[in-house]
């Protein structure tokens, strides 16, 4: 059976890059695309960064139960379908899911073993930074994620690890540090309840 990571972050805190280095540099791993109504952005393209799908075809998929889990977001739905998490298990592949605060909660009570990560910027004035160097939003929509961010970050206590990305290199080396250890914790347990079902037999 397949892991799974979920990951988490404000936007502008480099959970992208963090990810992106993490399916580089680490085999065995699938990304599960998401879906969302938005419009793809600079060099995003549709069925690598996300599924990009109308509102309507969304709400269908909601009234189809297709979602494990789903959000709006800033006026744009965002959802995981269960062909995600099908699509890694018939590979043999850990499954990483790049999902905001609302749908990790979802997932948590969903799938049992479920490993959380949540990735901060190290400051208010770091993240607006960097959400003003990206110049993709206006003024107004940057003190929107600010205020967004600010509640996210309140919902920390409810991940497994978190990350302060200050510097890219040693945050993309603590991430995969938390994958490699989970896979060996999952590998002994697994061992052991093993072990004791063949006392059973």
Known sequence: MSNFYIISAP???GKTTLVSQLMAKESNLEFSISCTTRNPR?????GKEYYFISREEFEARIADGE?????????????????ELARAE?????LVLD???QGARQLKEKIAGAVSIFILAPSRSELEQRLRARSEDSGKVIERRLEEAAAEIRNYS?????IVNERVEESARDL????RAERVRRQRMDAKV???????A
Do not use: M, N, P
Not at 42 to 46: F, P, R, S, T, V
Not at 158 to 162: P, R, S
């Open 11 to 13: 936007s502008g805190s």
């Open 158 to 162: 409810a991940y497994d690890y978190v």
């Open 176 to 179: 995969r540090s938390i994958i």
């Open 67 to 83: 979602f494990l889990e789903w959000a709006k977001v800033f006026d744009h739905y965002y959802g995981t379908s269960r062909r």
């Open 194 to 200: 093993g072990a004791i079902l063949k006392t059973f």
């Open 99 to 101: 999902i905001d605060v």
């Open 42 to 46: 600079g060099q995003e393209e549709d």
């Open 90 to 94: 018939s590979a043999g592949k850990d």
